[in-house]
């Protein structure tokens, strides 16, 4: 007699694909929601070099300056070196999707759903260009990585490299990788291994200390944009150059009024009335799995400080659905990390997901798919049928716009920009 199990072991393998098929058509709409040309901004990022002293996102433009190649100041090598960064994070992404439906439990399945239909596959699709993608992309590579010790190394070098092209990488994504260390060491403590993890923590805290207070005088700052505006063939961003000059304790500064003023009070809380539901989700169900799996509370506390993690650079920049939507990354990766590396899957099996759970996932995927957010340069989230990619597409095939496509045209408030 064939048994029950067996019999409907087809029939959950169907349903598994189903699932796990429509996870990833969420992801894809959500891309199409918010993707876009890589913009001036992060195009203009990606020359700042050395040549006028040491400064914070300087190492990418280095390189560029030392392959000494007047291709590599056009835009397409720009559009498709970010569209390789992105391709590659997406595709990480997409895997730890999968195997998150390959863990069997229903809470796994609600997560992957939840996060591929967020705000945040939308603003990760609208950053393209972004220089925290690469830091997403060397995160994603350690939380696979196999090994302690082959973590560590990779984390030492490229994380590191990472924060010499934008430093906020750290304040992102390093207390999610710090947790998934504390995965190797929940076992069994290690005497060597918790001394190279306290090694990297403090050798990464001074690296972006040192980075975050470099800067240059305005002077220097608007020497280096007239060089690079010579060889570039787009119109730089005269803005972005400010950065440069700024130390960390200068941002703090500025920020300080931003909180003062009523429509940034209202930016701020419109952006977090349609990102902290779903990244509130995916903490409390971290958290509830490492309590339940007999961890200590600092366990917990790390959970929960690196799901919000990006929340802190409300204090230095003021992109605020920028760092709402990185939270709600940085809390389904947590989610992910928890479900993989700390609860083992028979117990995650154990844990029930009743009824008004699956609603409530269900309600969060709806407020997810029919909500919108303040997108850059005066984009607008978009919706089936997508009206503008066609729209760009057909102009494209028709010679009327070029491939790959131009960045957003000038700004009204910048000067001698045509």
């Not at 799995?289 to 961890?295: K, L, N, P």
């Amino acid at each position: 007699m064939i048994s029950t199990d067996t019999a409907g072991a087809p029939a959950r393998r169907v349903a598994l694909k189903i699932s796990s098929t429509v996870a990833v058509l969420f992801f894809v709409n959500s891309i199409l929601r918010g993707i876009r040309t890589p913009g001036r901004w992060a195009a203009t990022h990606f020359l700042f070099n050395y040549d006028m002293g040491f400064s914070k996102r300087a190492l990418l433009g280095a390189i560029v300056a030392a392959l000494d190649r007047p291709s590599v100041y056009h835009y397409p090598f720009f559009f498709w070196f970010a569209v390789v960064i992105f391709a590659a994070d997406a595709v990480l992404l997409v895997a730890l999707v999968k195997r998150l439906f390959g863990a069997g439990d229903c809470a796994s399945k609600l997560a992957a759903w939840l996060f591929c239909s967020s705000l945040a596959v939308v603003y990760f699709a609208h950053t393209i260009g972004y220089f925290e993608q690469i830091s997403l992309l060397v995160t994603l590579l350690a939380l696979r990585a196999r090994g302690f010790y082959a973590r560590a190394f990779l984390v030492g070098f490229l994380f590191g490299a990472s924060l010499l092209i934008h430093e906020t990488g750290f304040l992102i994504f390093f207390p999610l990788i710090f947790l998934r260390f504390l995965a190797d060491l929940s076992d069994r403590r290690d005497g060597a291994k918790v001394a190279t993890l306290l090694a990297l923590s403090i050798g990464l805290s001074a690296l972006v200390i040192s980075v975050g207070q470099a800067h240059l005088s305005p002077a220097l700052a608007e020497a280096m944009r007239h060089s690079l505006q010579v060889r570039a063939d787009y119109h730089l961003r005269v803005d972005a150059f400010d950065v440069l000059t700024r130390t960390i304790r200068d941002s703090l500064k500025l920020m300080g009024p931003w909180w003062l003023q009523w429509d940034s009070l209202q930016y701020f809380l419109f952006e977090l009335l349609v990102t902290l539901p779903t990244a509130l989700y995916f903490s409390y169900k971290s958290c509830t799995s490492v309590s339940r799996a007999g961890y200590s509370r600092v366990v917990t506390l790390v959970v929960a400080g690196a799901s919000f993690a990006p929340l802190s650079l409300h204090l230095l920049g003021i992109d605020f659905a920028r760092w709402d939507t990185l939270a709600v990354t940085t809390s389904f990766l947590v989610f992910g990390v928890v479900r993989l590396n700390f609860v083992r899957a028979s117990q995650a099996s154990r844990e029930l997901t009743d009824r008004s759970e699956g609603a409530l996932a269900a309600a969060l995927v709806a407020l997810n798919l029919g909500s919108s957010i303040d997108l850059f340069d005066n984009y607008i989230v978009q919706s089936v049928p997508y009206e503008g990619h066609i729209t760009d597409v057909m102009n494209m095939l028709s010679g009327q716009a070029p491939f790959p496509p131009r960045p957003e045209k000038c700004l009204p408030d910048e000067p001698d920009c045509h």
